[in-house]
């Protein structure tokens, strides 16, 4: 690998399989950011190319608290930042030699941007053939809608996503958070990892091409198949999923609300036997799933009278006793005093401005490595000077000489460490 210097500000446990490996990000907003932090995550350092004036436009994101981005502490906290304008000629040349001195390029502009500006995969790659440049963009690099913008809301939509998401008798709906761009983010770390594994087997790098919509695309299920093998087009259903019952969110006696996941012919003759209604495992409205979802609305009715009975912990015990999946519908207050979560997928954000705050960790876990630690969101070019002398030998003198094309900052970022429980204090 060609990176250099530490990865991270620290790791809990052993070493990170991405170790060594070093990302420039090019990216902004949501969606390569987050491919940018999934990398990170895994041991990658991650130096974030920003406009030496304004920054990521994630910065501006709201909710802010002592002038910090919640958004965009949360996708950036320890990555490295530098600031080189890139619509100068010396910006976009201090680009291509930073891309020949790392492994991973992750990039979000409108396509053929890159070209334009000398930047394309066939001058990063003479450079750097080992290069993977991962490239996301509304609707792909390729295709009639590749110059189209796109933001997540246009690919929930595009996607088919929107018009399944609601109620019969709600306009089709998107969701209150970055739900697309998360999703491309996840892919796009996929495949620059996938890439990275076939470059060590062949020595040569790759294009990652992610298009926003399509991961989400992906996730919808039988959408596409079922229309083009049956003609039916899926309409929204609520809480159910349309293909098993019973199914959905109900609501406690206390005011509280659960899930209840009986998909599944075993589970949901658990479920009656939970209900005290062991008679509806041989009552032909219900005894199969085919049956149920005939019969769905009614023996909905059954489940919302049986759970509104008691208290939302009451009957979640007896959920489990009996082995059926449910869940309660936690809000951020109950997320953070939940023992499951704190053990094992909330981190702690420390040196910020944010105080003491939890953020989610990674997106999964591996034996051989108990995950990173979270410290410091960098100001705009706080790294420049550092990562320039690093990846290019630059002396001072050198990088004075490029005053107007790169920023510089001063940051205070300190160590993180991890969580304990006393968080639930």
């Known amino acids: ?51 030496p004036g304004t920054g990521d436009f994630a910065r501006q994101w709201t909710p802010h608290h002592e002038g910090l981005s919640i958004g965009f502490a949360r996708l950036n906290a320890g ?23 790392v492994d991973v390029v992750v990039e979000s502009f409108r396509p053929g941007r890159l070209e334009d500006w000398g930047l394309g995969y066939d001058v990063l790659s003479a450079d750097n053939p080992g290069l993977v440049l991962a490239r996301v963009s509304g609707f792909g690099q390729t295709g009639p809608y590749r110059q189209r913008p796109g933001f997540g809301t246009v690919a929930e939509t595009a996607s088919g996503y929107a018009y399944v998401n609601g109620w019969p008798d709600t306009p089709p709906t998107s969701p209150p958070f970055g739900f697309a761009d998360s999703i491309a983010g996840l892919s796009a770390a996929f495949g620059t990892t996938t890439a990275l594994f076939n470059r060590s087997r062949t020595g040569r790098g790759d294009v990652v091409d992610v298009a926003l919509y399509e991961p989400l695309m992906f996730i919808l299920g039988d959408l596409v198949l079922n229309y083009t093998a049956t003609g039916h087009v899926q309409q929204r259903v609520g809480n159910g999923s349309g293909a098993a019952s019973p199914r959905g969110i109900y609501q406690a006696a206390d005011g509280g609300w659960l899930s209840i996941a009986a998909s599944n012919q075993t589970i949901a003759l658990r479920l009656f036997e939970a209900m005290g209604r062991p008679e509806f495992t041989d009552d032909p409205k219900f005894a199969t799933n085919v049956a149920r979802m005939a019969n769905n609305d009614e023996l909905q009715e059954h489940v919302k009278a049986w759970v509104a009975q008691r208290p939302r912990d009451e009957v979640l015990a007896d959920l489990e006793a009996h082995e059926v999946v449910a869940a309660p519908v936690n809000d951020a207050r109950d997320i953070v005093a939940d023992p499951h979560f704190l053990e094992r997928t909330l981190v702690e954000l420390t040196g910020t401005a944010l105080g003491r705050v939890l953020v989610p960790g990674p997106v999964l876990h591996m034996g051989s490595y108990a995950g990173p630690l979270y410290g410091g969101v960098p100001a705009i070019g706080e790294h420049t000077d550092a990562v320039l002398a690093d990846l290019l030998g630059m002396s001072p003198a050198e990088i004075a000489a490029l005053d107007g094309v790169v920023a510089s900052a001063t940051g205070d970022a300190k160590p993180a460490r991890t969580l304990s429980s006393a968080w639930a204090e």
């Open 79 to 101: 990555k490295e930042s530098i600031g080189i304008d890139l619509r100068r000629p010396e910006g976009r040349d201090l680009v291509r030699r930073l891309a020949a001195r």
């Open 1 to 51: 690998m060609t990176g250099q210097g530490e990865t991270m500000t620290g790791t809990a446990g052993g070493a990170p399989p991405l170790a060594g490996v070093t990302v420039l990000e090019l990216g902004t907003m949501y969606a390569a950011p987050t491919a940018g932090r999934m990398l990170r995550d895994f041991g990658a350092r991650v130096v974030k190319v920003e406009d």
